[in-house]
T-cell receptor, first 114, second 111 residues
Framework: NAGVTQTPKFQVLKTGQSMTLQCAQD?????MYWYRQDPGMGLRLIYY???????DKGEVPNGYNVSRLNKREFSLRLESAAPSQTSVYFC?????????????FGPGTRLTVT | GQQLNQSPQSMFIQEGEDVSMNCTSS?????WLWYKQEPGEGPVLLIA?????ELTSNGRLTAQFGITRKDSFLNISASIPSDVGIYFC???????????FGEGTQLTVNP
């Protein structure tokens, strides 16, 4: 049981390049999320998918697109990378435990845009 | 949107000391979660709280869901060097599955 996996672990892009961050979970969770983490700012939600076939914007969606490919996979795409998108990106998935959605995180992708 | 204030921002303590940190919200949450993040890793769920007034322990960690539903506390007893990391609180609104995260408390434990 791998939990939440993310690829790649590290990436360096030049301004204007595009790339897709991959995320997969094997816990049969319905909901999946993409966050970015910047120093001193905690975790900020970029996009989320409450269930297969649906996606919604989070707190900081500008410059990103997402695709919920199936129940297991949720990808994040940067169409034209900018230095402001230098960050650590985390994917998470969640299970509903009757009262709440507990989220479980992947190991992160460290992205640098030069 | 929702805002969570987490304090302190950082703590430097000696091994064996107890630690307390807290989060406060401007709005009511129906769930509080506490996560720990070690360097180079993703956050790991430590404790989940579902009811106002609830007190839950996980080993040396104890967390409480405030009566007003606008705050939560995490205590670590008898700290050890492997407690080092960033501790995040997260709250869930009364509807939906989105979480709001605090900015984190960076804990350093000196042997």
């Amino acid at each position: 049981n791998a939990g939440v996996t993310q690829t790649p672990k590290f990436q360096v892009l030049k301004t204007g390049q595009s790339m897709t961050l991959q995320c997969a979970q094997d816990m049969n969770h319905n909901s999946m999320y993409w966050y970015r983490q910047d120093p001193g700012m905690g975790l900020r939600l970029i996009y989320y998918s409450a269930s297969e076939g649906t996606t919604d914007k989070g707190e900081v969606p500008n410059g990103y697109n997402v695709s919920r490919l199936n129940k297991r996979e949720f990808s994040l795409r940067l169409e034209s990378a900018a230095p402001s998108q230098t960050s650590v990106y985390f994917c998470a998935s969640s299970i509903y435990r009757g009262l709440s959605y507990e989220q479980y995180f992947g190991p992160g992708t460290r992205l640098t845009v030069t | 949107g929702q805002q969570l204030n987490q304090s302190p921002q950082s703590m430097f303590i000696q091994e064996g000391e107890d630690v307390s940190m807290n989060c406060t919200s401007s709005s009511i949450f129906n769930t509080w979660l506490w996560y720990k993040q070690e360097p180079g890793e993703g956050p790991v769920l430590l404790i989940a709280l579902y009811k106002a007034g609830e007190l839950t322990s996980n080993g040396r960690l104890t967390a409480q869901f405030g009566i007003t539903r606008k705050d939560s506390f995490l205590n670590i007893s008898a700290s050890i060097p492997s407690d080092v990391g960033i501790y995040f609180c997260a709250g869930q609104e009364t509807s939906g599955s989105r979480l709001t995260f605090g900015e984190g408390t960076q804990l350093t434990v000196n042997p």
